[in-house]
């Protein structure tokens, strides 16, 4: 268990964003293996690495942000624990590299699932072990499962000031993100609270004709909600999870490092201040340039 750090300055304004408010970005689409945990760790060691106080909430029973930072929960509390009220989040709480914190998973939450069925508010058990520690963070970062619709998925989505949504830029990413930002769109409906929706872009190639014309039809759809900054496809991003290690800490120089701290600067400087693409979802909304987005649904 760690303790509070006090908070180093950064040396930069939080401009819109609240001063001393917790941010919670929860990284979310229902498609698997789209680089939603690499997202989050290496989202996570930029911001650290830029002076900011980070939580990572792993909420995956698969458990990867926890293995990816060189943790294991062996007896010890885990997000699992918390989420049932079994254990306080300060308890489950472990210090990893890249100044980075962590509430670990372990695979025994795949059972809060049925056993939400039976809780009171089961999704806002999150939010509320989180507000515990609101002082001691700046960001909490929120590595979700692929399965949307769940009950830790809208945990995630009840506590988060910010949905990203993490789109690989390959075969039916288009496709994919719309259907997402339909369910995130139903979830907010359901808990009657509306978060900010941003889009980021990963997997990048950019030698492929195709992921290119991608990222236009992304931007097109999505405006300003979606990030310049696109994380391309790096060896580096393949190692780091598995040296238990966040890239910034492997390779302070490499272009995976690079594409994240440009990530981390503009969700500083953007979070908050851009218009929402819930217009898509209104019926009859259409994008401008159909035929195009057509085409690259068949790939
Ligand atoms: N930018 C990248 N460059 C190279 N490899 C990447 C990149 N992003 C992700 N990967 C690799 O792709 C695989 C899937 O990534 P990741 O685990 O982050 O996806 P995920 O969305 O969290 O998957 P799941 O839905 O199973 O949780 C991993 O092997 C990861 O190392
Ligand atoms: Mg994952």
Redesign the pocket.
Known sequence: MSTSRPRRTSGRSMGHLAQGRMQVLALV?Q?????????AVNLAGALAARGERVLVVDL?P?A?ATMALGCAVIDEPSVAEVLQDEAFIEQAIQSCPGDLELLPSHPRLSEFEEAAERLIHPDQRLKVSLDAVRDRYDWVIV?C??RAEGALCANALFASTCAML?VETGAFALQGALQALRVLDEVGEGQGRSYEIRVVG???DRRTRFARELLVALHARFGEAMFDTV?????R??EA?AVGLPVQVLDPSCR?TADFAALAEEIVSTLGSVEQPRALLQAGARPQNEEHEESLARG
């Open positions: 689409n498609k698997g293996g789209c680089g939603k945990t690499t997202t995956d698969q990867h590595d499962p692929p993490v990963t997997l990048f994380i391309r496809t790096s060896v991003l393949r999870p995976a």
